[in-house]
């Protein structure tokens, strides 16, 4: 009798540092960038401010540098969703100035506590999102028209809830704490075994399911590098934090990590799992790469846009929350001058493409620590804001150019 043999089921190889580096490059050739730009830009201005500049390496100057850049970050998370479909939000700015405000009348003028505060600024921030969106989406307004139709409305808004010009103190101990108070350094060091804890497990258990699926999974060398980086990046900004940063420690002491910091953490966490790990967020890629292969595949594509509106204005509420901390107040400038371009620029120059369907919440991050450092850097070697201006200009076009040479490239190679 004749026997049959059954062919086994291929095994993936898992691919292994080399292979992954290789793999890397190989996109980089086709003309996935990634954040290399903005992580690259990041080594070369940090040197070079550090050796024409050293105080900039010290750590009071690394503190002002994470809170100087929190609220164009945040508002710059937002504006991914956005940027991923191909649209635009130039209210965002405004928007943020105009919940901030929210924020300081009902705690300053209507004495209601910061909880209460908080939620009418974010539901004020949710409503402009789902108006803005709702226009773009079921009117068919372009976003570009809409959004700079609120950006002059919300100026007079702004004007109206400031009484036409008034400054409105923030007193609130918790609300200022936001970005001017620091975490004890002993909880600071817990935030970070647990946040190495997690990652270090996210990247096991996903490696082991895709072992079980019999598809390609990194090794245990390629996960022990990641959360190896991540645990020596983290331990040094620790490190430095817990420093003693106060001039005169017996008077006051200035030590720990921001209580800003881990706020924006946790909500490059919650955006970055909804973009990769949801429904959701690959509805987002999908409109972005092509709403009408996106429309006939099933997906909502209105409400994608109104969702993705939503957030943007949601998250410059967040940021105007930031913003009314650190200064302590509200006047008619929060939200307005160079806001909304430097956080449009800090997701461009992160790496979100302005083309749409392309980015992450991280290059946000990325992006608003170029702007920061730039503006940090250029004002201790004593530079005026009009050179910040021209050089912070300058590397969002040169972002963008990175940009669009790298879709021609990937078009190129048959990667788009």
């Not at 943020?96 to 924020?103: E, F």
């Not at 609120?150 to 400054?167: S, Y």
């Not at 002491?253 to 706020?263: E, R």
Request: aromatic share 6%; hydrophobic share 55%.
């Amino acid at each position: 009798m004749s026997t049959t043999t059954i062919p086994e089921k291929p095994v993936a190889q898992a691919p292994t540092i080399g292979g992954n580096v290789r793999g890397y490059l190989e996109r980089v050739r086709g003309g996935d960038m990634g954040a290399l730009p903005a992580v690259f830009g990041l080594v070369v201005l940090c040197t070079a401010f550090a050796i024409l500049r050293p105080v900039f390496l010290s750590s009071i100057n690394f503190a002002n540098l994470l809170t100087q850049g929190a609220a164009i970050s945040v508002i710059a998370m937002g504006l991914v969703f956005v940027l991923l479909l191909g649209e635009i939000d130039l209210s965002a700015g405004f928007t943020s100035g105009v919940c901030a405000a929210v924020l300081a009348v009902t705690l300053t003028n209507n004495g209601q506590p910061w909880y209460i505060a908080v939620v009418a600024a974010i539901v004020t921030g949710v409503v402009i999102g789902a108006s803005l969106g709702v226009l773009v989406a079921k009117l068919g307004i372009p976003s570009f028209v809409v959004t700079l139709a609120a950006f002059l409305a919300f100026q007079g808004l702004l004007l109206i809830l400031v009484n036409e010009g008034t400054n409105i103190a923030i007193r609130d101990q918790t609300i200022i704490a936001i970005e001017n108070k620091n975490l004890p350094p002993t909880l600071g060091w817990a935030l970070y075994i647990g946040c190495v804890a997690i990652y270090a497990a996210v990247q096991i258990v996903r490696s082991g399911r895709r072992a079980r699926r019999g598809l390609v999974a990194d090794p245990a060398t390629v996960i022990a590098f990641r959360v190896g980086l991540i645990a020596v990046l983290g331990g040094l900004a620790v490190y430095a934090l817990n420093l003693e940063r106060s001039r005169n420690a017996l008077l006051v002491s200035l030590k720990g990590v921001p209580i800003v910091v881990p706020i924006v953490l946790a909500l490059l966490i919650l955006w970055t799992f909804v973009l990769r790990r949801t429904a959701f967020g690959r509805h987002v890629y999908a409109v972005g790469g092509n709403a009408e292969a996106a429309r006939r595949a099933g997906i909502s594509v209105d409400r994608i846009r109104i969702s993705a509106f939503v957030i943007c204005s949601g998250m410059a509420s967040v940021g105007g929350i930031i913003a009314a901390s650190q200064a302590s107040s509200v006047d008619p400038n929060t939200g307005g001058s160079d806001v909304l371009l430097f956080a449009v620029g800090a997701a461009v120059i992160g790496g979100t493409s302005l083309f749409g369907g392309k980015g992450r919440v991280l290059d946000a991050i990325l992006g608003g620590a170029v702007v920061a450092v730039i503006n940090n850097g250029m004002g201790l070697m004593g530079y005026s804001a009009s050179v910040k201006y021209i050089v912070t200009g300058s590397v969002l076009l040169l972002a963008a150019g990175v940009d669009a040479l790298s879709r021609k490239r990937a078009a190129a190679s048959g990667l788009r």
